[in-house]
């Protein structure tokens, strides 16, 4: 079955270290999203990619940055970690909507949860 | 800017009852509302959607409830079940804006025996 996985589901990390977190689709979608979920906030937009080496900043893209050399990963970076940046990280994958007006189906993975001390 | 608010943030309802949560939005090009459920530990999954078109939608106890004039939707959630305890976020698109959703604040759900 396809799916979409991230690693690892819990770091711990001290500001000013660079962290990356892994996002794997095996969906063979284009669009490919990255979400902060924060209580109170809900789940806010950091970055999204609509195929290879493309990328977009979201809405809370600050001290973070994104990658797509490839169909299947976006690996998320924290340049430098900040105690603002402790989360919980979403990775979401989805067809291109040329492939689909009918549904705009965003597929989760289970979540990192970044503890930055 | 908030542009997808959702309440209440917490709720609490009996096994049988009715759970409801609401959604308001201001951006009018919005053209596509889903709702998403996520348990502990797990990612968010899409539960039902509507497209403004209809004014409610309906798929065994979870009933979307929409009023177009209002900029306002609603999740229904008949006879709760304790299993339906989960966090419940409402969202929104607009179709060609490349699939991106605004999600609203969420809402933790409990149903107790």
């Known amino acids: 079955d396809a799916e979409i996985t991230q690693s690892p589901r819990h770091k711990i990390t001290e500001t000013g270290r660079q962290v990356t977190l892994a996002c794997h689709q095996t969906?063979?979608?284009?669009?490919m999203f990255w979400y902060r979920q924060d209580l109170g906030h809900g789940l806010r937009l950091i970055h999204y990619s609509y195929g290879v080496q493309d990328t977009n900043k979201g809405e809370v893209s600050d001290g973070y940055s994104v990658s797509r050399s490839n169909t299947e990963d976006l690996p998320l970076t924290l340049e430098s970690a900040a105690s603002s940046q402790t989360s919980v990280y979403f990775c979401?994958?989805?067809?291109?909507?040329?492939?689909?007006?009918?549904?705009?189906?965003?597929?989760f993975g289970a979540g990192t949860r970044l503890s930055v001390l | 800017q908030q542009q997808v608010k959702q309440s209440p943030q917490s709720l609490i309802v009996q096994k049988g009852g009715i759970s409801i949560i609401n959604c308001a939005y201001e951006?009018?090009?919005?053209?596509?509302f889903p709702w998403y459920q996520q348990f502990p530990g797990k990612g968010p999954a899409l539960l039902i959607a509507?497209?403004?078109?209809?004014s409610e939608k309906k798929e065994g106890r979870f009933t979307i409830s929409f009023n177009k004039s209002a900029k306002q939707f609603s999740l229904h959630i008949m006879d709760s079940q304790p299993g339906d305890s989960a966090t419940y976020f409402c969202a929104a698109t607009v179709t060609g804006g490349g699939n991106k959703l605004t999600f609203g604040t969420g809402t933790q759900l409990k149903v107790e025996l």
């Open positions: 509507i497209r403004p078109d209809v």
């Open positions: 969906w063979n979608h284009n669009n």
């Open positions: 979401a994958s989805s067809e291109s909507e040329a492939e689909t007006r009918a549904k705009n189906i965003q597929y």
């Open positions: 951006n009018t090009a919005f053209d596509y």
